[in-house]
C-alpha cells in the first residue's frame, strides 16, 4: 500500500534512504538544508518541498535523518519545523543518532499534538544505506513501530522494535562503545604485530576466523594495513555519538573507562591536519603519534 | 607417514590435541606432570613415558603444550629436559603462549644442538582443540614448518606460518590484545544497554551482525547474560597473556594503553573471590563493582 511520506536530511544516508521508499512506490517529498543534495532524487520524480512544515502538512509519515539533538530539535520545533504543520495521527521517524533524553522529550511534546513519535537510529554505513542493508533499532510506540515497519523494511534487513521512546537511541549508543573500543583493540594489535615483523595483511587474515575476531578487525584492519584512512564513519562523527554515549552513562550511573580512553585517542587524531573528517581507523594515527 | 612423536603437556588443550595425532595413526607417547591426566589416553594405546627426557630420546617430534616461559624452559632444559636426550634433527612444537623473546633464545640454543625448534601457539579454546579447529601460528625454520604441517593439520583447521622465530608468539600476543580489548567493550555495552532497560539479548542479537559485532560480543556477550560467568578461557591466564603481551610490546616500544586498562579491570575481579579462575567475561563483575 502506497503511503505518503516525507524524508528530511538528505546527507549520505538519507539520499539512498529516501531513494529506497520511492523505489518501493510511496509517495516521496523531501527537503534538506542543501537543496543540490536532492536533485538526484528529483530527477527521479520524487518532490521537493521548502521547508520541514511545508513537507509535513500532508503526510503521514515523516522521516528525519539529520546530525545531532540541537538539529532534530530544530527541524520538529523551531520556526518552519515539523510541529508547526504535522497532523494528528501522522508519525516521526527519527534516524539520527541523538542522546536517548533529547529523544524521549522530542516524543512526549509530540505526543501532546497526537503525533508519535519513533526513535530509530541506523548502523550499516553508506554501503548499508545504498543496499538496505541497514540495522534499524527502534523506540517508542509498538502500534505506531507496526504501522511504519513495512516502510523501514525497504531501507533495512534488520529492523527491530527495542523499547520504549529512546530505546532505539540507548541501543545505538551500546553500538557505538563497541565500535569505538574495538576499533582501539584493533589498533593496538595492528602495531604489535607490524613492530614485530608480522606482514599485517596475514595477522589479519590468520586472527579474523577465532576469538579476537570482530567486524572492526576484518573491515578497518584491512583499511589501515593498506593506508586507506578514508571515512566510512567520520571521527567527528564518531565523536558527537560518544559524547551522547557519555551523557546515557552519566544518567544512568554506568562507569565506561574504556570508551573514555578510544575518544581521547580520537580527539588525538582530531586535533591536526582535519583529523576529524577521516574514518574511525585513522586512530592508529594516535598511536603512531605517541611512537614519534 | 606415521611419525614417531611425543607429547607433554596434558592440560584441557594438550589432552584432546595428543588424541588427535594418535587417531590420525601417529605413534604418540606421552608426558605430563600429574599422570592421571594421561589416563584416557594410555587406555586408547598411547604410551607414557617418565620424563621429558625419557619422552624425547627416540621421537621425530616433540610437542609442548604448558603454561608460561619457565615452564617450556624447564621441560626444555632442565634436568631431565627434553634438551638433554633429543636427536639432531628432531623438532620441537612449542603450542605454550610464552615470551616471543624467549620463544626465540629457546629455539637458539635448541638450534646449537641440531633441533629445530618452532613457536605455535594456539587459539580457539578447549571446544576448537576437541574438534581439530584450532587456529596454529608457527614461528620458525620455513623447512622444519613444512616438516610438521601435516601433524598440525591433524589438531587445527588455520595452520600457518607466520615468520621466524618468535613470529607465533607475537601474532598470538596481537590475537591477546584483541580478546582482552573487545571483551572490555562487551561490558560496557552491556551494562549501558541493561541500565536503558532494553534485554541484553535483544541487544546482542540487533547488534551481532553489524560494524560493532565480535566474536566477543556473540560468545561472551551471552553468557553474561545468561549470568555464566564459567571459563573458557580464565582470566588468570589472560592476564599471564597479558603479561607476555606488554613485554613484547616493551621491546619494541608500542603503546598499549586499552590493554593497559582491560589488565586493571580483569586485576579487580582477580582480587576477590577467586575471580582468576573465572573466564574473560566476568570482567563484567569489576564494572558492577564499581557501580556498587
Known amino acids: ?175 557505538q562503545i563497541l565500535c569505538a573500543v574495538n576499533v582501539m583493540g584493533v589498533c593496538e594489535a595492528i602495531l604489535l604485530a607490524r613492530q614485530s615483523g608480522i606482514d599485517p595483511a596475514t595477522a589479519i587474515e590468520t586472527l579474523g576466523g577465532g576469538a579476537g575476531g570482530s567486524w572492526a578487525w576484518t573491515q578497518l584492519g584491512r583499511k589501515i594495513v593498506d593506508g586507506d584512512l578514508n571515512p566510512a564513519f567520520m571521527i567527528r562523527l564518531m565523536q558527537k555519538d560518544l559524547r551522547i554515549v557519555q551523557s546515557a552513562a552519566q544518567e544512568n550511573g554506568v562507569p565506561l573507562p574504556g570508551t573514555a580512553l578510544a575518544q581521547q585517542l580520537f580527539r588525538a587524531v582530531e586535533s591536526r591536519d582535519a583529523g576529524g573528517d577521516l574514518g574511525t581507523q585513522a586512530m592508529i594515527r594516535a598511536y603512531e603519534g605517541m611512537m614519534g
Chains 1, 2 share one sequence.
Open 1 to 175: 500500500m502506497s503511503a505518503k511520506v516525507g524524508f528530511i536530511g538528505l546527507g549520505i544516508m538519507g539520499r539512498p534512504m529516501a531513494g529506497h521508499l520511492a523505489r518501493a512506490g510511496h509517495d516521496v517529498v523531501v527537503f534538506t538544508r542543501t537543496r543540490d543534495k536532492a536533485s538526484a532524487l528529483l530527477a527521479e520524480g520524487v518532490e521537493w518541498r521548502d521547508s520541514p512544515a511545508a513537507l509535513a502538512a500532508d503526510r503521514d509519515v515523516v522521516f528525519l535523518c539529520v546530525t545531532d539533538t540541537p538539529d532534530v530539535e530544530n527541524v520538529l520545533f523551531g520556526a518552519d519545523g515539523v510541529a508547526g504543520s504535522i497532523r494528528a495521527g501522522s508519525v516521526v521517524v527519527d534516524h539520527s543518532t541523538i542522546a536517548p533524553a533529547g529523544a524521549r522529550a522530542f516524543a512526549e511534546r509530540l505526543a501532546g499534538q497526537g503525533v508519535a513519535m519513533l526513535d530509530a537510529p541506523i548502523t550499516g554505513g553508506e554501503i548499508g544505506a545504498q543496499n538496505a542493508t541497514l540495522t534499524i533499532m527502534v523506540g517508542g510506540d509498538a502500534a505506531a513501530f507496526q504501522r511504519v515497519e513495512p516502510l523501514l523494511k525497504t531501507m533495512g534487513r534488520t529492523v527491530r522494535h527495542v523499547g520504549p521512546s529512546g530505546a532505539g537511541q540507548a541501543l545505538k549508543a551500546c553500538n
